[in-house]
Each structure stands twice: as structure tokens, then as C-alpha cells.
């Protein structure tokens, strides 16, 4: 049970925007009277903010099989944040990045971008209702290990004037919806810890201030109409979910339980650079400013691993198929 206070030294909360509109309020939040409005819009209303010290992911590794050995994942901290008013009307919400390097090959990252948000804070009860649309973003970026052979590969690769995914401008863009909902972009976030699954010891941080949950389900990557272009793009997304378990799986369920700390007052000029110094840093190796997450564990705490020759084998498809195009 969480249990920590709220700190006395965090002024300015005057609330009030969740009783706006009885439709708002718990157990059931509707929140359609409000606009989805663009995430990066509103950054000069933001006063407020809750950062998310611990991101606790879940998916499953084998969707559709009689144990789909659900693996659990924490993500780095404070790679995500909800932005909101004095009164709480949130107005932006931060959300996770990370990127893993592989020597002599390149830094595979991964973004998950929030395309709109809605929804409102209230710090006195340490409850939020928020609604949102996301969309992932998948992209190769150089590596600073990388040898003279591997590079010319690379520059030969950005150079071609396509739209391959070599920076984050180009990257593949992952689909996202509703759970079991294709047709509805949308979906929540809402108070208190998932209730779709039981999360182990390791993921639950009961000196949080306060938690919150989200499940979306993942969707085809967007064609970007070069069939070659598309066709790699494939290739990349067949390297990362077997590196990751499947996480980004067409059809798979990806939830995450986002675990906060006490409120803090809002830099707003901090958050408006704040996804860009994060995506610098992995680019240039040096790994998430503020720590790594942890590894996949399954819920008994092994650690999840690919299958090595699978994975090796599948960087050698690609390095073949930019010799071959290319």
C-alpha cells in the first residue's frame, strides 16, 4: 500500500478541475468532453508535473500459447512525466525512450510518442484519469564502436535519399489501439496498479507516491509506400521483437504500471528539450541520463534472453540485404 504524504514544500496546488464535470469522476472516468489535444501545444500552461521514477513494463513472449511466459521490465527512471495546471488539467504527458547499442552494429531505439492527450490530476487524493493516443517509433542510429566497414555501411545507408529508418525524422512507426479495438485510437490511464495480470515483488514500488496503469495493444507498422523502404523496415521490426520477446508484436498486449513520485513544479523550457537531451544520449552510448532500467525478467525473476544465433543471424539478413539494395 502506498502511504507516502504529500510534501508541504511543493506550493501553488489549488485544484478543483476533476469536479469541472461530473463525468470525470471514479469508478468509471469519461473524459469525452474534452479535446485530445497535441502533446507539445500547451508546454507554457504546464505548473505542475509527477515524474515517473519507475516504469514498470509487461508483455507477453509468446502470445497465443498456452504459457506465454509474460516477461516484466522497468524501463529507466524518469523517462516519463505528466505535465498539469495548478488546478489539474493535464496538458502533456512525457513517455518512455530507450535505445541498446550493439557493438560493430548500431543503436536500436525505441520512443513511445504521444500523438494526444486529455485529462485531469488531482494531487489531494493521489488520483488521475487521463486519456491518450501513442504511436511507436522504431529507428537504427550509428553507434560510436562501430569499425571503418560497418560505418561506410551506414553512411551508404542514410545517403540513398529514401525514408530509411537511420534517424528518428525517418523512423518505423508502430500503430497503436484500444484493447481488443482496432478501430479506437484512444485509450486510458487510469489510478492504481493493472488488474489485467500480477505483477511480481521486483516491479512493485510501494514507496511511491502514487501509481498508475496503462494496457494498449499493438498494430501494424505503417507502410511508407517504397516497397524496399518497407520491406527493410520488416526486417528491423523482425530483429527487435526477437530481441525484445515480442514486445512489439502485432496484437500483443503492452502494459505498463507508472510509478510516481511526489509533485514538483514545472521547468517549462527543461520540457520542452527534454525527449531530445534523452535521445542524444543514447545515441552517443552513454546510455539514459538518469540510470538504466533493468533487464526482462519473467515474474520468478529469470532473466529473459534471446536466442543468441537467432539474433546474430538476423543482423547478417540485414547487413546482406544493404549490400544487396544498396
Known sequence: MITNENLDGVPGWIGGFEQSDPAFAYPDPNLTSLPMLGNMDNIDLLERQQPVKWPEFSWETERGQPDPKRCFQMFAPYISRLGYTDEGRIY???CPQQ??????????????????QRGWVDETTKTLAADMTVEGKIWFSPSALQDLKVKFLWDLFKNTGLPFPADKANAIIVTTHHNQNPLQPIFPVRTGQTTLFKSPDFAIHDEAWAVGNIEVEIG??????????????????DVFNLASGNMLQPGNLLSWNVWFTEPELVDKEEWRTHAERWRDSIDED??????????ARYFDGTPFNAAEELFEEKIKEIVAWIWKHL
Do not use: A, R, W
Open 92 to 94: 502533456s504527458i512525457i
Open 99 to 116: 535505445g541498446v547499442c550493439y557493438p560493430n552494429v548500431g543503436c536500436m531505439n525505441v520512443e513511445v510518442s504521444v500523438t494526444g
Open 220 to 237: 501494424p507498422i505503417k507502410k511508407t509506400g517504397n516497397t524496399l523502404v518497407d520491406d527493410f523496415n520488416q526486417l528491423i521490426m
Open 286 to 295: 552513454h546510455g539514459s541520463p538518469c540510470g538504466d532500467g533493468t533487464t
